[in-house]
């Protein structure tokens, strides 16, 4: 569980200093370093899926919300993924958050915001608008940026403000991301873990024929 520690600590201390964007910008240092140290004990989610709980074939997909070729991916070749595979119950997605940056995991707070119906509408809204929300100079302009897509999604400013500012919650999607990320020796994102192989992003005709040859792989299994 060493390889994200640096990653980790980072990322606490960024949300405690400017986690919450426009919460407690003005707090000092000292405060700030104290407040990390008071994290809670994060506690590892269970995943949100897409698809059939039995489907033949899991298919996890670890995605940064900065990533642009994560977003190239949900722009591109999830939608012909979830047409041939996921709907049609032969495939069971995951998508688990991988946050190297604070903003990322800002994205990944409001995406779980609205409850885990809520979880994959959003993580496309922010795909998709990812340029846009990116398109900023400072953190507040991104935070404002986010709260738009919150807003869009049917979240009001009291509700963002509260999963921002809920430190379990930000220990937890830490935590989640650690053992997850750890586990399948993710170092680069996106990154996919088709029917329990470690596979690198590609172009969709080679990523079918993996897919199929692992669902027939099951199917001789079953």
């Not at 400017?18 to 506690?43: F, I, L, S, W, Y």
């Not at 921002?164 to 873990?193: C, M, N, R, Y």
Request: hydrophobic share 45%; aromatic share 8%.
């Amino acid at each position: 569980m060493t390889l994200f520690r640096p990653v980790i600590a980072a990322l606490v201390a960024a949300m405690t200093v400017a986690a919450v964007p426009a919460v407690a910008q003005d707090a000092k240092p000292a405060e700030n370093t104290q407040a990390a140290e008071q994290m809670p004990e994060g506690r590892v989610l269970p995943d949100i899926a897409l698809g059939e709980a039995n489907a033949p074939l899991t298919i996890v997909e670890y995605a940064s919300f900065t990533c642009p070729h994560c977003a190239a991916f949900h722009d591109e070749n999830l939608p012909k993924l979830k047409a041939e595979y996921i709907d049609t119950g032969k495939v069971r997605f995951i998508q688990r958050d991988v946050y190297f940056d604070a903003v990322g995991l800002w994205a990944g707070i409001l995406a779980r915001c609205g409850g885990d119906e809520k979880y994959y509408p959003v993580a496309g809204m922010l795909f998709d608008e990812q340029k846009t929300w990116l398109d900023a100079k400072t953190g507040d302009e991104i935070a404002a940026n986010l709260r738009k897509i919150g807003a869009k999604a049917g979240m009001t400013p009291d509700q963002m403000d509260a999963c921002w500012a809920d430190k379990q919650k930000v220990a937890d999607l830490v935590a989640t991301f650690q053992k997850h990320a750890t586990e399948d020796k993710i170092d680069g994102t996106p990154s996919f873990v088709i029917g329990g192989e470690k596979v690198q992003n590609q172009p969709w005709e080679d990523m079918k024929k993996i897919i199929d040859a692992k669902l027939a792989e099951a199917g001789k299994q079953g």
